[in-house]
Structure formats: C-alpha cells, structure tokens
C-alpha cells in the first residue's frame, strides 16, 4: 500500500480530490504545488497509516518506515540539504491535517532536526546566529510540549524569566546568547519532566513526532472540537513533513495569515495580518499584536503584489473563499496553507451572493455551503443603538471586531468560572487576557468573549466565530488583575460580577449594561427599518430568492397566534402545519370557561361552558386566517389532559369553588378524580373527543364558521382539521363522523361552503402501523414526532435528560447518533415514518404528508424528510428561514 505522497518543484502526487486520505492540509499543499505556486517541498503521510497506527495499539503499517525514509530521501535530493546534518542540515515542519480543519486542535512541530551540531551548521549556512538558536530554542519548545508532554507553561515561564533577568520585554529582543540560556534552561526542564535528555538523532526526532500527529488524534481536544462539530466517519490525521522556510530569519522575514475576502463580514477585500521577524504560530498566538495586510505593501511592495496575485488566482481555482498562512524568508514569499475559510454566518451569506454575482459560483453550489445549522445567527440580537445614543454611553475602549453580534452580561476571568456562573442562569462575558483550547467550555456557554491580546485570527476570534459567540479581541487597554478578580481600562474599575457590554460588529466595549435587540433582518421584516437601509437585508432577499427556487419541500410554521402566524409568513413560512388550540384556553377569562367545561357534571352544564368558549376561539380562527392570506392551517383539536388546566394549589382551587359555587371538596375531588399517573398514555387526545364529542364539535364549528367569516371578506382559507393521537382508524371515523355532521350544519345555515381537510396525526406506532387503513378515511398525515419518538424508544421525553445524554454522547456508549428528540432517529423512528407514508399513499395516494415535531426544524432531519418524500415540514417561527435553507439544501 502507498502511504506517502510527495510534493516539491512545480509537481504533486497528490490532488485536491484527495482530501480523505491526505487531510485538507496535505491535498491542498499538493494541489498549490500543481497549480504552480511557491509551496516548500514534503510529503504527506495518508490518514490510512494513522487509522492503522490507531487501532494497532502504535504499530505501523507494513512499509510505513520504508516509504517515509525513501521520501526524506528524496527530498534531500531535491532541497540538497540532509535532515539535521552536521554540514549542510536539512529542517522541517511536521503537521497534522484531517479531511476536516480543525484549526488548533492538532500540534504542529517546527525546525525539527536541530541539535547541537546541526545548530552551528545552520548558523555557518545562514550566518545568522540568532535565528538558529531562536529556531533551536522553538524547536525543543515544541517537541517538549507536543510529543512529550512537558507542560507549555513551564517553557514559558523558563524564557519568560530569561528576559525577565536581561529587562528585555519582547522575544524578539533576545539575543542569541540569551537563547542559549533559554536552551539550556529547556534542556533542564525536559531532563526533569521526562527522565531522558533531548533526542539529537534527527530520525529518531523526526518518528517520535510523527507519532505524537498520530497520537493527538484522540486527544482530548481533538475529540471534543470532533464531538461539538459533529465531525463523524474519518479515518484520522494525516501527517505532513515539510521543507522550512524561516520568518525568524531578521526584518525582512516575516510571516502571516489571511482571508481572501473578510471573514467576518464577507465584503470582498482582501483580509489579513502578518508579523515581521516572526515564526508559526506567533501571529495567531497573540504573543504580539499583528499588522493589517494593507501595511506591507509599504515593507515589501513585491511581496504584496504576488501575494494578492495569489489571492485572486486561489479564489478562482476553489471558487470559494480562501484562509491563507504564508512566510516570507528573505524577502522571499511562500505559501504554506490554503483552505476554505471558516467565516461567521454574516460571511458565509455575503460572501455566497456576491460570488452568484460574480459569477463564480452557481446558486446550488452557494445554497449548498452556507451552514444550515448557523442559519439561525443571522438573526441573534445586537445592542441597542439607541439605548447608547439616547444615555449618551461611551465605549470604554475599542478591540477588535472578532465575531459579531450584540451581548451583555456579567464579566468573569476565568472559563471554569464562567461556566460555573452561567450554569446558575447568570449572563456571563468571558473577560481573558488571551484565550487558549483549555478555554472552549467557558466561551461555549458565554454570551460573549474579550481578550486583551491577539488579532483577528487569534485562537478566541477563530472559535467564537465559530460558535457564532460575539467576540471583541485585542482590546489592549484592558488590564486584567487575576487575583484580585477586577479589571481597569482607561480608568474604569470593574469587578467580577459587574456588568459589561460588547458589540462584536464592532470592536466596542462599554463598562456597563446594554440592552440588546434584535437583528436588522427582524427589523425590516418588522417594519422597524427600511430595507434600503440593510446590507444585511438585501443578502438575505437575494439568498433566499435562490432558496424558494431550488427547495422541493414546503415550509410551514407551528403558530398559535396571529403574532407567531405574521412573523413566520414574513420569514416565508408556507402555512401552519400544526396550531395548538388548547394554548388559546389559557389567556384572560377563557380558563374559566374551561375549568366549567371540565368541572360540569352534565352534558347541558359542558355545551353551556363551550358555547362561551365558541365566540372567543372563532375570533382567534379569524385573525389567523387572516394573517395566513390564504395559506393552509392545520388546526389541531383540544389534545392535553383536562387536568392541566385545573388548578393545583388551594387558594386558586378555593377560588374556582367560589366563582363556581361549589365547595373547595367537590373542585379537590373532580382534580383527584381526573388525576393521572402517565398522562402521557392517559385521557387525552381524540379519547377526549370520542367521550366528550361536544368539545370536538365547538371547535369544529369555531374552525368553520371562522373560515367562513374570513372568506366573506374575501380573502382564501384552507383550514385543515387535525384529530390528534389517533391509534386506531376507528377512532378516526368515530371523530370525523361528528366533524362532517358539524360542517354541514354550518353549510346550511350560512348558505356558504368553504375548502377544508380532515385529517390525523400520526403520534401512536400503532396509527404508523396501520396507515393504510387511516388513509382510506383521512386527507392528510401530520407526523407528530415528538410523541411518536416518546412511544417508539419508549422515552419520557421530561425524564430521559438523566440517561439520554450519556446515550448519545458517552464514547463508549453512542446507542444514539444524536438526541433522539433534536434530530429524528432514521433508524428506528424513522423507519416507521417511511413505512405509514408508504401504507398511507398505497390507499391514498392523494394523501398530504407533513411533520410538525420539534424536528422540522432541523435540518439533518429535513433531510430525511425530503429523502421519505413528505410534502412539507413545520417549525417554529424563527426556524422556518433555516429549515428553507435545509429543504434546499435537501434537494440539491
Ligand atoms: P495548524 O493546522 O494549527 O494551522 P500548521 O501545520 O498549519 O498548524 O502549522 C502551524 C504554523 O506553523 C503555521 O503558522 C504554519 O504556517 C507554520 N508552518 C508549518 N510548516 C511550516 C514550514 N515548513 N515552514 C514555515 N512555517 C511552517
Ligand atoms: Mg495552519
Ligand atoms: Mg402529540
């Protein structure tokens, strides 16, 4: 088997195409080498020989050894140097590299090959004595802490007290002797931690950290960064070892990193920052603050230039985005990285437009990459603008805008304290001087996240846009006083606790609490700001002109209220698939009626009670049909317990008896009475209907005459009458006999006739079981997940949080891909779904099919949707923009 690929001067073994098995990093690095492009020659070890390592307990594949030496070999040749030679020494970069980025998740070891001997070579080969021992000094620092395990800070704190003891302040201060103090502190701390001196054998070296790439893998980090972005199914790192080129090397060396158009907005302008006389990871580490891209045109005019040559000739090949790392030597430009750019959801939308614009990409390519998942940022809060205005606030300093939205809370230093407080409900923004992997839980759960040091490709900004978590880095002015839990900037005081403010759209930090609002796309969408006015707006339009054009599945809204009902139309909801009535018995004096219907000892006493709530859910019929303009609503009938709507404490039980004139015993005794111990399974659903038809016959007649009312006015209504929690087709026919009875009445009496559909829900495995028998009887299916998960595993859904977690998220258990009630368990669930849409079409072939759990929101499950081929999901208002993007996304 090959499990090494070469690459170097103008040639590649390896394609684009071959991301699987040579990782995003090594395909690409292959692929720049193709294309032309100024790459330091190496070779990439496949993802195959790091599945193999994995499951061997550390063994290599037959001739893994072999066709690494041959490669070194090779590229000795071609760079006329040796790994580490005495003489004339080669050194190279080992890197990791999945399929998937997963930036700073994996570890990277630079300047491997030096030692003792090979360092005075290098400084005899460049002689620049301080770059070699910086180099050396990087070298052991990188080894220790990635292949050994020597912890990071102990090196830091080693040369943090080197320049402490020469009153040098930047790493770039340190002479060379000074770094030979370093080393040899390094040397110290090393011995200390791992028993061994450093290795000098450059091969032994160089397989130790290819081990440590396979390793990492499975770290800790590497499998949580796996886990939160449900990266699934790939076969491990890949593992490239590289020529090094040096930006260490002096003032006219220098290295950098850049987006070709801005990550965090998507404006197409090329996007970066670099360090002169730097290496590696310097410029994302915050070690110092990086320059903006603009500036070295006026250091190295030549470099620029191609280097924005190359931004345009990338765009072009991948027709997307580009996130660039690239390294001066000398005055001399190379590219070191390329990969689609990870960018906020802002970026994503602008950036996808503007290329169908452009040209360069079709719209199924652009609905295709924005992430359905992140869809629902785009409209997440952002300070009140006039709130500031209007109280005359002033920012206390300005950072940089590293991930956008709006946020306010209560600051804490510290990621295990942020968590802490943020499990207790509190607001929390996560103030840190620079973050780093260890932080990811505290800016998992912030509402936003400062930094006093890093750009705007620091380890923070990279992972907050990620999270869509707004983010302000670099705000320098900002001193952090950690034992003393309290923070000065530019003479504010503020405390843990206190409160603090950020626009991430910004950079702005205020030293107090902001109330935040909503998006702009809300705004417009709400009348609150003219569509002129929004970027933001047009892009969204444009996106989902391209949307409404390409998806298969209709969209529609769970709504209760004519508010709900507007706003979901307004976000281009296609008609309510599932409106609970029971919500509307709750407000104002309605519950009363109710709680007389239920408490009525007689037929007579039950249709008096109804007739008061007749008036009332016939109004809210109205203002929805209304609101819908014509669309279809599938209304659903009275689907609770009765006893949810009884009061369950004395006073407001004493209450109810005396507006009832009974005694608090006879309210106490029919509560009791209609007590349950699994309402879930108990008196609920059509079963209501079926003992009690008057209540389906109000709410028949208030659906009807509704429609009726609103037709008169002339606009169109399609109500759609749904019988929850149908098991048997009896039952179906029971119900369906009294609606019919019902809408004929109605007919008559009001000389009109109106479209309508009665239909059921398909919740019970044994209504999935026998569709077809229901479908000869109903007009419509509607899945209702959210029960039919809770009977088909057998899961309470308010009980299952205690094992179900463990269940889907415990390495050695994972029985469930994802939570069960997220996202719909294709196996088992879903089988039935697909089994009662086929039952019901064989009898029915008219039949409407839909899903109106929690999951029609979610787009892993729309797709499952589109797959089974349903008519339409429904969702909740804000979901529906995001569950269009996905039945896209589903039919392309
Ligand atoms: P990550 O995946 O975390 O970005 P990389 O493998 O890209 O890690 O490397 C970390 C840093 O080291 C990057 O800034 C990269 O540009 C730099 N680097 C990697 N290989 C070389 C090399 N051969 N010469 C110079 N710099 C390198
Ligand atoms: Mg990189
Ligand atoms: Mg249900």
Redesign the pocket.
Known sequence: TKYVYFFGSGKAEGTAQMKELLGG?GANLADMTSIGLPV?P?FTISTEACAYYSSHEGAYPQGLREQVLENLAKLETLMGAKLGDNENPLL??V???AAQ????????I?NLGLNPTSVKALIAKTNNERFAWDSYRRFMQMFGDVVMGVPHHEFESALQDVKDSKGKSLDTELDSKDLQEVIARYQRLYKRYTGEEFPVDPIDQLFKSINAVFKSWNNERANKYRQMNDIRGLLGTAV?I??????NMGDTSG?G?AFTRDPSTGENQFYGEYLMNA???D??AGIRTPEPIETLRAVNADVYDQLVGIRSILEKHYKDMQDI???IQEGKL?M??TRNGKRTIFSWLRSQVEMVEEGLIDKETAIARVPAGEFGKLFAPILDAKYIRDNGLNEVTRGLNASPGGACGQIYFTADKAEEMAALGKDVILVRAETSPEDIGGMAVAKGVVTCRGGMTSHAAVVARGMGCPCVSGAGDIHINEAKKTLEVNGTNLSEGDYMSIDGFTGAVYGTKIPVRSSEIVQVLNGHMKESESNLFYNYKTFMAYVQEVKRLGVYTNADTPHDTEMAVAFGAEGIGLCRTEHMFFGGNRIMSIRKMILANNLIAREKALSELLPMQRGDFEAIFLALEGRPATIRLLDPPLHEFLPNDHTSRHELALQMGLTVEEVAQKSSALHEFNPMLGFRGCRLAIIYPEILRMQVRAIIEAAINVKRKGVDVLPEIMIPLVGNYKEFVFCKKHALEVIEKIFNEQGMKVHYKIGTMIEVPRAAITADEIAREAEFFSFGTNDLTQMTCGFSRDDAASFLGPYVNDTDKQFYDYDPFATIDIDGVGKLVDMAAKLGRSTNPEIKLGICGEHGGDPKTIAFCDKVGLDYVSCSPFRVPIARLAAAQASI
């Open positions: 990093k330091p190496g190279v970069s890197r990791s590299g980025s997963m930036p700073g998740m994996m570890d990277t630079l490239n590289q020529s090094m080129v040096f930006g290295t990193v290496q590696g990871e410029v994302v790392e690239f390294t190379y070191l990285q």
